[in-house]
């Protein structure tokens, strides 16, 4: 990896996971992924695609993550890795 770790995400308000105000995300997955990835010493942005779009994106290698109420499902465990639920 080089630069800046792209991880998508929706542009929705889904209170308390995730939501945008003032240009910033807010909500429980936004202060995850700062947590992990200030922990693993990578810097990352935010990209926000359509939900039909998080998974092929990664797939296809234009984006490094999705950090947005993906749940673990047997199709989609077929197209990307996955960290423990929460």
């Known amino acids: 990896m080089t ?3 792209r991880v998508a995400c929706a542009d ?7 939501w945008t105000e003032g240009g910033k995300r807010h909500g ?3 202060d995850v992924a700062d947590l ?3 922990e693993a010493g990578l810097p990352f942005e935010w990209v926000f695609l359509q939900w039909s779009d998080f998974l092929p994106s990664v797939a ?3 984006m490094d993550a999705v950090l947005c ?3 673990i499902i047997p199709e989609r465990l077929e197209i ?3 960290t423990y639920p929460y």
């Open 28 to 30: 429980f997955e936004p």
């Open 3 to 5: 630069g800046v770790l």
């Open 12 to 18: 929705l308000e889904a209170k308390p996971l995730f």
């Open 69 to 71: 109420g993906q749940g």
């Open 80 to 82: 990307v890795d996955f």
């Open 36 to 38: 992990v990835f200030a």
């Open 60 to 62: 296809e290698g234009r």
